[in-house]
């Protein structure tokens, strides 16, 4: 069985920043994808920011130049430093991994990330 676990979120001032990561445990499987994905109330479940193996790296529009995505993929760690928080960037934020070759993919329980003066 395989769990992802996520830490870093917390309540930030707009302008703040804050670093989350995300570890996976469990079974012994090779990624090939990382992600963190996000949803505040009200609204659809959306990309922040994913890196592939071979260092590939896709950033949502309304986070680029912002959040940076960084990953350890013997560690099957992923890693999202976060600049110059909005309130906007209030959400729970997921933490996602994909099998290399089939693609399935794991999801954490989430970390609230508050941005609030």
């Known amino acids: 069985q395989v769990q992802l676990v996520e830490s870093g979120g917390g309540l930030v001032q707009p302008g703040g920043s804050l670093r989350l990561s995300c570890a996976a445990s469990?079974?012994?499987?090779?990624?090939?994808?990382m992600g963190w994905y996000r949803q505040a109330p009200g609204k659809a479940r959306e990309l922040v920011a994913t890196?592939?193996?071979?260092?590939?790296?896709n950033y949502g529009d309304s986070v680029k130049g912002r959040f940076t995505i960084s990953g350890d993929f013997p560690k099957r760690t992923v890693y999202m430093q976060m600049n110059i928080l909005k309130s906007e960037d209030t959400a729970v934020y997921y933490c996602?991994?994909?099998?290399?070759?089939?693609?399935?993919?794991?999801w954490g329980r989430g970390t609230q990330v508050t941005v609030s003066s």
């Open positions: 469990g079974s012994i499987f090779s990624i090939g994808q």
């Open positions: 890196i592939t193996s071979s260092a590939y790296t």
């Open positions: 996602r991994m994909s099998r290399a070759g089939n693609g399935y993919a794991y």
